[in-house]
């Protein structure tokens, strides 16, 4: 299933992609997917609800995140051999770790914002995991057992101030530069652990990043261990995988992302995330 959190009429709702659009799930599932995965709801319970709704137009609606308020958003750095090379670092043996607030969200088509005091807007596109069944001490061989779905993500980044610290948590967190959505497909509906897909970013209509999933350094599955070691893992939480090459900052000149630019994140059987960017208004 493609899920999608999404608002109309002043309501938030959920609701799955079919062939007819966008139809509205029961009220059971609560209002956003993470409420659905935090009350345990599963693929086939899905299925069952299905409301007698007529299907919206999915151009229709306003999308939110698919996950509005994740317990946690976990990003993984350096997960692309390729993209660490381009950022003359040294490939580390232990994945890059860092984290994201909820605060930063916006949905598939909502402007990402460029802030009032830098002009060093960057793309990271990248794969999204969420999970569905929580845990700690998970082994690598049970990992994907806990992963409910995959969405994309566009982890814009504001390099001036991501590169002020050793932590790049700063440059991470800028308000409305965390693209998510525009759905969270169930893992059933693609390759296990989310590999073998392409992943691309377009910046105006070109292509600047071209990947497939398979290329992390770090799988979900070793990820969802590694994670677990040191954290309980909760229905809902979000694990950012990692972006490859072609990021704006590596670039000669370098290639930032201004007022009027739209930026895709596409990643094959998952779908499309568009955002147009837009200067942050002036107080």
Known sequence: MKLATFS???SFQ???LTDQGLIPLTDTVG???GELLRRGLGVADLKTMVSSQTALDPSSVTYLPPVVSPPKIICIGLNYADHTKESALKQPDYPTLFLRAASSLIGHGVSIERPQCSDSLDYEGELAVAIGVGGRHISREQALEHVFGYSVFNDASIREYQLRTPQWTIGKNFDRTGAFGPYLVTADEL???????LLETRLN????????TSDMLHDVASLISLLSEAMTLEPGDVIVTGTPAGVGWARHPRLVMRHGDICEVSIEGV????NAISDEAKF
């Open 8 to 10: 109309s009429g002043g």
């Open 31 to 33: 209002v956003d997917v």
């Open 271 to 274: 779908g499309a995330l568009r």
């Open 205 to 212: 209509g070109e292509v600047v990043q071209s990947v497939n």
């Open 191 to 197: 390759p296990r652990g989310g590999k073998r897909l």
């Open 14 to 16: 959920v609701g799955a």
